[in-house]
């Protein structure tokens, strides 16, 4: 009975920021004195323990005495330990990650072995790093998760499969070396196996609608994480370039042959990870990007959409244009995309709501007066495996955006709720893995290896 | 007797650092201790002595470790520091100028009535 109250009285206390775990500790021990004392004078449970949770103080004046002497509790800290071993040594997450980062480190350099050095490889060398780097990276961060979420044998087998059917498809399609579709395949194969490496993330149980849009928060917090690794690899970079010509040695092969390569590849799991293990501890950050750069796009647009109606200028169709209107429906997904996945389903629509249809739309518009300019045109250009695959992408987008506009538009009406948005999204996720396999297997093939 | 909150406040750190000086304690006891000496007059509420415990801490005076209680409980034990007992000398000097100070005007409650009233 007391141990139950104190137990709710401790969860009740732990939620204050300012007091830590052991402070908690240290505070029911004197709880739990007092309330002794107050039985040995003859009071009941109950009454003791009210009486010395009264006498410990009120939440709140508490709370803050306690912030005004730790305030750097205020700032939450990512925790490289577990929280369970309060606070000391790392946990046993902390250090598999480190292992597997240390591993997808070292795997690289494993070609090496083979005679295939990273440096002063013909093009037959950088054609194989071209095309497999995600190879050795993806698996270890996606073995982490199965790791982590401790899967099912048959779940294993279906992630393993997507590994080596990727790795085999890549390496035995006779692609001509640096040519257009082995490009494209290299380009498309790690977008693939980011979309396995989801099936490890959720357990296996990537049918899930949740877990897909669990797996679009993680991806989002990843590369924050990983850009801000990069930058701090950067600093690293420069500061060994420069102390080592301050002693007139050129450093710049270590660059190359070990920090770079090492390093993306341990960075791409550390990343991971941290995305991982902080999901809980901050604020996510992907969402308030979005909130920044949602306006900012919208007004983008809307000056292109404008200038273009004034001063009756078309899009000058270069060969490569659809290029550049596909990353600005990316980007324009990526944003409907993470707004969606820190919106709460329940709250009725608002003025963000608007603004994301302002947005959508207008990407619309840019897009379709892009796509016309060079439909009429295609014929002249011929079907390049880019151009294909450019103008596949684009449909893809544009497929999903419509379709947004108009849950949107039902949404805002108060037609329809707002999860029907969230599960489109959810839902069209394979078609990007369904693509990106068809860019890897069935484009060499269609446009025999050129 | 109710006691100002800023003396309060102000007496903490030398009290605890005056019970300290008698031997290791831990939370629950010190306050205990402050109520036996006073007589009963001084009563802290309760959880207010950890935040001053552990900025004493923080600032070297006394060195906190965990132990166990009597019946095996994780318990916390707070000892003065080198440093702690010089700080304590310190404030009792400067607690007995206020005292003497506050004491040797001759007190008469006369004097408390404001003047031209």
Known sequence: MLDERIGEWRAYVRRRQAIAATDVDELEDHLRSKVADLQKAGLDEEEAFLIGVKRLGELDTLSREFAREHSERLWKRLMVADAETGGTGWGREALVALALAVAAAVAIKVPEL????????????????????????????????AWKRGMDPAGLMRLAASFVIGALAINLIPFAPLGHTELLASLHLPLALWL???IGYAGGAWRS???????????????????????GGGVLMGSTVFVFSAIGMDAEWILNNWILPCGVMGAIVIAGWLA???QSVIENMAPVLTLLFTPLFTLL????????VLTGSGINVEREVLIGFDLILVVVVGLLLYAISARDPQAEPGFFDVLQLVLVVCALLVDAMALWAILARITEFGFSPNRVAALGENVILVVNLGWSAVLYARFLRRRAGFAALERWQTAYLPVYAVWAWIVVVVFPLVFRFQ | MDIGKDLVAASATPLVLAILSEGESYGYAII???????????????????????????????????GESETGRRRKYYRLTEQGSEELKNQRRQWRVVNETLFSTPFKSSQLVPQGI
């Open chain 2, 32 to 66: 205990k201790r402050v109520y036996e000496l006073s007589g009963g007059e001084m009563q802290w509420t309760d959880g207010m002595l950890y935040p001053v415990l552990h900025r004493l801490e923080h600032n070297g005076l006394v060195k906190a470790s965990w």
């Open chain 1, 114 to 145: 083979f005679g295939l050095t990273i440096e002063d490889g013909g093009p037959a060398t950088e054609s194989f790093y071209v095309r497999n780097f995600s190879l050795f990276v993806l698996p270890f961060l996606a073995g982490f998760f």
């Open chain 1, 209 to 231: 609608h949740d877990q897909r849009m669990n797996y679009v928060r993680f991806s989002g917090e990843w590369f924050i994480y990983l850009a801000l690794i990069a930058m």
């Open chain 1, 301 to 308: 647009l809307l000056a292109f959409l404008g200038t273009m």
């Open chain 1, 196 to 198: 396995a490496v989801g």
């Open chain 1, 276 to 278: 991982e293990a902080k």
